[in-house]
Structure formats: structure tokens, C-alpha cells
């Protein structure tokens, strides 16, 4: 008797998703296969439902998994399909459903398991062992480990974007935007004259139409008050830059600041605030010794400042002394907001150009670009989309090889922006990044731990603590969720193999085997599983938005965040003027290449998936889909707190309101 399986194939809504070439599919159940039927690839359309009729003279069993592939005819081109999955319904009138979600441009067989999430020891069928090895086999083949430079997390194996597989490009909406922002801000330099203007800047005034019409409403406040004392500490709190300040109740050894040397309101002293808890600091240690880079034939320079701030009656912070360098000397004196207007000024530039390499290096690139991408990589390596995990993490890693891909050749490369015009870039640049990489701590990603070790519970107008500690709950909560859902024990856990494995991966890779960072080797119980995926999933979405987004807010006005500076700093006190500070910042050539850099990675294409918004469906089962949609709706109940709250701001605090970040390091 003929037996008739009802199949309907989904072809993805993105652009150039259809194909004309012919498709052909496979079913293979528990008790046999059907055999290798045509799909009329002409009623495959992008976005699409198109419902087939594949026959046998049997019942198959329960289906395990379905094979697809894809052959183009002698008058098509060779094109590539995306379809978002096949549903399949049986004779019995059981309903099966294969998730897909990625590209099919080859000749190849393609093996794709039904949607139930399977741990390695919840595998009863051997076809179901089979594909999975298979699938892990192909996948370290296409995703391999490159040693980018000594010292340095482990990237993907790849000879730029376009060598990638098809299923981590970039679309072709992503792409195109992409390019075109890139393109339209060299393209307005060019025609001002100013991409290859090597002069300095004659006045502050001149720096106010780089750009004509690329404006937001903070970008013009930092470019009116980016001297005020206040707006330079907030930032250090709520800018782009909020996990290096710290609560200090001892002052460093090598920051001799005396209580004669500061003032501190209401008749207090130094002293006393130290041991009350408000003296607060950022020390750029991290940069001490770093060779600065040389642009245009000059040498540029690259301090490692400590900076001292207090917190006032008022509850406003406020910097109170900065020293530039790290060994204390008489030609490194301990500058203060009573000094003369250009003396502090200065003081205050050097510290935002070293805070620039900090962040870009180290807060941005490291600890959100380059973990993403490990995280990526050992997903793609280690664990197959029936995974539980998978099904999880895979929607957080969109993008990220692309664009990390880009940040390579065009960024950080030989003869990217970042090495042809920072300070920190050329050899100081992979030099930061390892020594970066050696002062990770697993607590410094866990933003929980991280305000506990530094200190920050009470401090008050911290909105990034605030608002980021509640994403922190809101994602744990989730996740805890899910993986609840499928691992009932810690020894089910530790039975995991693939889990095992893929850990592992991480601390090899991204981590360099250093035990000293806490980094998990291994999972003993559920709860360890479930805070690194908790860790996992807010570095590459809350933590790479609160450090990117604002980037264009705070460095279009260059003096507020130089990209580097072509002087040294003062040794004694009283020789600043206004034209010692515009000899010092960066010519017109780097400033504009700079600006043109932050508007690029500030701006989000059309295409961008929210924080907790999930349109491809790798989850099936009834729990895990309720799960993300109650994550979707604590979300956006906490994004109306954060607008509520930010309307009585003087600066709103937006870089963490859901609706604003995206799921994945996508730019």
C-alpha cells in the first residue's frame, strides 16, 4: 500500500533565498527511507510555503532525519538556497519538523535531524549517531582554529569575509548597507578635502563640520560641555567605557595625591573620604609600557594615567586628580582641577586618548568581538544543531565571524584604520591585547561579580550597573529555563560528551589554557552550565552594546576622545596653552578617519535581530518556545522602566534598553 508523507518546504523571507536549481529530499525514519524525490524548484520562492507528495510502499517509522541537495540544470545558474525548514506530516498523521536556517550553495547531501533537541546520550537510533558525526566532522572541517598573533584568543581559519561559509555571512541587506555607510562617509571627506589633509587643526571651531548632517542629540551636548568636570567622570560610569573605574579606599603606592593637594567640600579631607568609601579610580596600568605607534613619519604618544575621582555630597562624581604616567617623578606631576585651565584640559585629553585604546582594545575587541567569536567557532566545532545548547547560543553568534572577518583586514590588519592611525595600533597593538587577555578573570565577565569585586553596589546615577544587573536576571532566568528543561541532574551534565567537549574548546582556545582566569575546563553540575551561558549569551548581546553603541555619541567630538595624540604630555605645570592642546590632538587626517570609524560600528542595519526576538525557529518543543517568548515580554517590561526612568535624565542612558541591543556582536 502506498503511503503518502505531505512535505512543506519554507524557503527563508531574506533576499536571493529562492533557487531554480532542482531540490531533491530524502525521508529517513526508524524503519526505512524513502527514496530520493524531485521538489519542483519552481514554486521554491523566497518566503515561501510550497507542499510536496513524497510516496512509499511503507511506513517508515518515526522520521530521524530528512536529506536534501540541490542540482542546477543545464540552462540555471548554480545558485544558493536558504530554506528555513521542511515539515513533514505522515501517513499517521504525526507531524515532524527539521529545522534549517542556513545556506545550501553546493552539490552536496545535506543531513538535517528533527527539531527535539537531543543530548549525545539520548541518541536510540544509529542513524541518528551517524549524522551526528557526520555533521561534527564537516563542521571542523569548514570552521578551523588560526593562531592570529602569540598571546591572543584563537580566531576562525579564514582568508577574509568572503571565504567564509555561507551560512555566518553577512546578508545581502546587511552587506550592501554596510558598505554603503562605510562609503557615503569617505565619500563626503573626500569631497570637504579632508581625508588626506595632514595639517593640524587651526581652532576648536573647525572641528564642528567634518561631518554635515551626521549628528545626535548627545554627540552635540558632549561637543558643548566636553570640558566640564562632571561630564568627564560621568563618562567613566556610563559612556562606553563603564568596567575600568573602581572603588579605592587605598591609594596606589605610585599616586602619592596628599590630602594638601586636593580640595574636597564641606571640610573634609582625602583622607577621610578614602576610609568612608568615596574616593574612586581608574588606573590605565594595563598600558604601562606600551610602545606608541608612529603616523605620517611621527611619534605619537600613549600614557598610562591613573585618575582620581570623588563622590560629593551631591552624589555627583568628580575627578580630583590625574597623574599620566605610572612612576611618580618630578617630570610627572600629579595634575589638578585648580591648575591652570590648559594644564587640567590636557590632563584630562591624555587620560580619554588612553581611555580610547583601553576600550577599544580591551573592554571592546577582546572581551566582546574576540570571545564572541570563540564562542562561535567551538558552538560551530563542537556541538550539532540538535544540540540543546546549540538551539540556544547559535541565534547570539549571527554575524560575529563575518564582521570580526572585516575588523581583521580593515580594522586591526597591516593596513587597517585602527594600525595606520591609533596610538595603540601597529606593534603596541597585539601587545595590549595579550596582556589583556592575561588580566581576564571568568568574574570580570559575569557583570554580578564584576560590580561585587569592584565595588561599584552603592554607587549612585550608575545606570549601566542598574540597568545591566537586571538584563544579567532576565537572561540567567531564561536560560536557567531552558537547560532546566533538558538536564534534570549534574550527572546528566557531566554524561554530556559534546557539552564536555565544547567547554573545553573555550578554555583551549579563547583562553589559552590559562587556569589563573577561572575559565570552567569542564561542568560538573547544572548550575555551572547554566551561568556560563548566561555569560555567554549577555557578552555577546548587553556587554558588546554597552560598550559599542555610544561610541559615536562620545568620539564624534574628537578632543573628547582622541584617537591619538602627537605630543608628549607636559612635565612641569604652567607650559599649556589652547595652541600646545591643538599641537597635541590629531591632525585633521587622523581625526576625520577616526570619526568616520566610530559612525561606521554605530550604526545598526535594517536587518538587526533585538535582544530576545528569535525569527528562526531552532527550537520545536513547547517548553523552550515559551520560555523565549516569556524572555521576550521581561524584556520589554524592562525596557519601559529604562525609558520611564530615562526621562527625567539630563542624558538619557539608552545603550542597554532591549529594544536597542542586538542579539549577537554584529557590528
Not at 591609594?251 to 593637594?261: S, Y
Not at 526621562?647 to 542612558?653: N, R
Request: glycine share 6%.
Amino acid at each position: 500500500m502506498v503511503r503518502n508523507y505531505k512535505v512543506t518546504v519554507y524557503t527563508g523571507e531574506r533576499a536571493c533565498s529562492a533557487t531554480l536549481n532542482s531540490v531533491h529530499i530524502k525521508l529517513v525514519g526508524t524503519d526505512g527511507e524513502s527514496d530520493r524525490t524531485w521538489l519542483n524548484s519552481m514554486m521554491i520562492c523566497g518566503g515561501s510555503a510550497s507542499t510536496y507528495d513524497v510516496c512509499c510502499t511503507k511506513s517508515l517509522g518515526k522520521l530521524v532525519l530528512i536529506e536534501l541537495d540541490k542540482r542546477h540544470c543545464y540552462l540555471t545558474p548554480d545558485d544558493a538556497w536558504f530554506p528555513d525548514k521542511v515539515e513533514v506530516k505522515s501517513p499517521e498523521g504525526n507531524i515532524y519538523i527539521f529545522p534549517i536556517h542556513c545556506w545550501i550553495c553546493d552539490r552536496e547531501t545535506h543531513r538535517f535531524r528533527e527539531g527535539k533537541a537531543l543530548r549525545i546520550f539520548d541518541e536510540s537510533h544509529s542513524l541518528g549517531e551517524y549524522a551526528r558525526q557526520q555533521e561534527l566532522i564537516q563542521r571542523k572541517a569548514n570552521y578551523g582554529w588560526e593562531e592570529e598573533s602569540p598571546g591572543v584568543p584563537n580566531c576562525i581559519e579564514a582568508d577574509g569575509p568572503c571565504t567564509l561559509p555561507y551560512e555566518v555571512q553577512f546578508s545581502f541587506t546587511k552587506d550592501t548597507e554596510f558598505k554603503f555607510t562605510a562609503g557615503a562617509a569617505i565619500l563626503e571627506l573626500e569631497l570637504k578635502g579632508l581625508e588626506f589633509c595632514t595639517e593640524n587643526w587651526k581652532s576648536l571651531d573647525e572641528m564642528k563640520h567634518v561631518f554635515s548632517n551626521k549628528h545626535t542629540q548627545l554627540s552635540d551636548f558632549m561637543q558643548d560641555h566636553w570640558m566640564d568636570d562632571g561630564l568627564f567622570a560621568y563618562q567613566f560610569l556610563n559612556g562606553v567605557h563603564p568596567t575600568l573605574i573602581q572603588r579605592c579606599k587605598t591609594l596606589p603606592k605610585n599616586f602619592p595625591v596628599t590630602d594638601d593637594m586636593v580640595f574636597i567640600p564641606g571640610g573634609s579631607n582625602l583622607s577621610n573620604e578614602l576610609k568612608q568609601g568615596k574616593i574612586y579610580l581608574c588606573d590605565y596600568k594595563n598600558l604601562d609600557g606600551m610602545p606608541a605607534n608612529i603616523i605620517q613619519g611621527i611619534k605619537q604618544y600613549l600614557m598610562a594615567p591613573l585618575v582620581l575621582f570623588h563622590k560629593r555630597p551631591d552624589d555627583k562624581l568628580m575627578p580630583i586628580a590625574i597623574q599620566l604616567k605610572q612612576i611618580p617623578a618630578d617630570d610627572n606631576p600629579i595634575f589638578l582641577p585648580t591648575d591652570s585651565t590648559y594644564d587640567w584640559l590636557t590632563a584630562k585629553i591624555f587620560v580619554k586618548s588612553a581611555d580610547f585604546s583601553e576600550h577599544q582594545l580591551n573592554a571592546h575587541l577582546l572581551r566582546t568581538h574576540l570571545l564572541a567569536e570563540v564562542f562561535a567557532v567551538s558552538l560551530l566545532r563542537k556541538l550539532p544543531m540538535v544540540h540543546p545548547l546549540y538551539k540556544l547560543l547559535i541565534p547570539h553568534t549571527r554575524y560575529t565571524l563575518h564582521i570580526n572577518e572585516l575588523a581583521r583586514k580593515q580594522l586591526i590588519g597591516p593596513t587597517g584604520l585602527f594600525t595606520q592611525f591609533a596610538a595603540s595600533g601597529g606593534k603596541g597593538l597585539t601587545m595590549i591585547l595579550a596582556r589583556s587577555l592575561s588580566s581576564i578573570t571568568y568574574r570580570s565577565l559575569c557583570i554580578p561579580d564584576d560590580i561585587a569585586d569592584r565595588d561599584l553596589q552603592d554607587v549612585p546615577n550608575f545606570y549601566y550597573r542598574d540597568d545591566g544587573l537586571k538584563l544579567w536576571n532576565v537572561v540567567y532566568i531564561f536560560v536557567q529555563g531552558v537547560i532546566k528543561y533538558y538536564y534534570k541532574s549534574d550527572d546528566e551534565v557531566q554524561q554530556d560528551s559534546e557539552l564536555q567537549t565544547w567547554i573545553r574548546n573555550i578554555f583551549e582556545h579563547g583562553f589559552l589554557s590559562k587556569k589563573e582566569t577561572g575559565i570552567p575546563q569542564s561542568f560538573a553540575t547544572v548550575s555551572e552550565l547554566i551561568k556560563f551561558a548566561t555569560m555567554v549569551i549577555f557578552t555577546c548581546s548587553c556587554q558588546h552594546a554597552a560598550v559599542n553603541n555610544g561610541q559615536y555619541d562620545y568620539g564624534a567630538w574628537m578632543p573628547n576622545t582622541p584617537i591619538t595624540l602627537q605630543r608628549p604630555p607636559p612635565t612641569k605645570k604652567g607650559t599649556t596653552s589652547e595652541l600646545t592642546m591643538l599641537q597635541t590632538l590629531p591632525p585633521i587626517d587622523v581625526t576625520v578617519q577616526g570619526i568616520a570609524a566610530v559612525w561606521l560600528l554605530s550604526r545598526q542595519s535594517s536587518d538587526y535581530v533585538p535582544l530576545g526576538h528569535y525569527p528562526e525557529d531552532h527550537f520545536t518543543e513547547k517548553t523552550p518556545r515559551q520560555l523565549q517568548k516569556d524572555f521576550k515580554d521581561k524584556l520589554d517590561d524592562l525596557s519601559k522602566q529604562i525609558n520611564e526612568r530615562n526621562k527625567d535624565l539630563e542624558i538619557p542612558y539608552t545603550y542597554l534598553d532591549p529594544k536597542t541591543i542586538e542579539n549577537s556582536v554584529a557590528i
